[in-house]
């Protein structure tokens, strides 16, 4: 999470859509950045709402823009399938290795869920409840139209590295677990296609 005091503007960094990259692009413009525990730094929005944003409203005597990015359903279920197939997963039991990605999906929605597939919902970190959370959510696959609105409003030319990136593998998914994923996780399916 990333807060621009002057520019009353906050980053809410939504788990694997390149917010390692930006925080480190940012940090050096930003007030506050929180990397660390990363149950911080990917504050979702009723959490920000919560906590944070009156605090923050009544140090500066108004709102700040919030903003964060949103990763098409099925590929940031892959990135999550790709980064635990790495070797160097602390907690095995998050480890994805040695299974498919079908299998990963399933997981996923089952209830409970095993810890490798274990990774919430972007619809949940994104959705206030009480309405609007988040003034604009942009899409991770149209980064530039980020970047652009960051650069216009912080006035700095942004060049994000390449950090934390996951492993290649094959995310496939067979038409019955893709039809299932986008039936019993509609409320993702449809915030993202209602973004610009």
Same mark, same amino acid.
């Given at each position: 999470?990333?807060?621009?005091? #002057? !520019? $009353?503007?906050?980053?809410?960094?939504?788990?694997? %859509?390149?917010?390692? *990259?930006?925080?480190?692009?940012?940090? /050096?413009?930003?007030?506050?950045?929180?990397?660390?525990?990363?149950?911080?730094?990917?504050?979702?929005?009723?959490?920000?709402?919560?906590?944070?944003?009156?605090?923050?409203?009544?140090?500066?005597?108004?709102?700040?823009?919030?903003?964060?990015?949103?990763?098409?359903?099925?590929?940031?279920?892959?990135?999550?399938?790709?980064?635990?197939?790495?070797?160097?997963?602390?907690? #095995? !039991? $998050?480890?994805?290795?040695?299974?498919?990605?079908? %299998?990963?999906?399933? *997981?996923?929605?089952?209830?409970?869920? /095993?810890?490798?597939?274990?990774?919430?919902?972007?619809?949940?970190?994104?959705?206030?409840?009480?309405?609007?959370?988040?003034?604009?959510?942009?899409?991770?696959?149209?980064?530039?139209?980020?970047?652009?609105?960051?650069?216009?409003?912080?006035?700095?030319?942004i060049?994000?590295?390449r950090?934390?990136?996951?492993?290649?593998g094959?995310?496939?998914?067979?038409?019955?677990?893709?039809? $299932?994923?986008?039936?019993?996780?509609?409320e993702?399916?449809?915030?993202? *296609?209602?973004?610009?």
């Amino acid at each position: 999470m990333l807060v621009f005091w #002057k !520019e $009353r503007l906050v980053f809410l960094a939504t788990p694997k %859509t390149g917010t390692t *990259a930006i925080e480190a692009a940012l940090q /050096p413009l930003a007030n506050v950045c929180i990397q660390n525990p990363p149950a911080l730094k990917h504050t979702p929005v009723r959490r920000y709402q919560r906590f944070l944003a009156p605090y923050l409203r009544s140090a500066a005597g108004e709102d700040f823009t919030v903003v964060a990015l949103m990763r098409e359903p099925v590929s940031w279920l892959g990135s999550w399938y790709r980064y635990r197939q790495r070797d160097a997963i602390p907690i #095995k !039991e $998050r480890s994805t290795s040695g299974i498919d990605f079908d %299998t990963f999906v399933n *997981a996923y929605l089952s209830d409970p869920r /095993p810890a490798f597939a274990d990774v919430g919902s972007q619809a949940r970190f994104l959705e206030a409840g009480n309405g609007p959370g988040i003034d604009r959510i942009f899409r991770y696959e149209n980064i530039r139209a980020f970047i652009d609105f960051l650069e216009d409003r912080l006035d700095f030319e942004i060049t994000l590295p390449r950090l934390n990136v996951s492993p290649e593998g094959s995310t496939s998914l067979s038409p019955e677990i893709e039809d $299932r994923l986008r039936r019993e996780r509609a409320e993702d399916f449809a915030l993202y *296609a209602a973004l610009d």
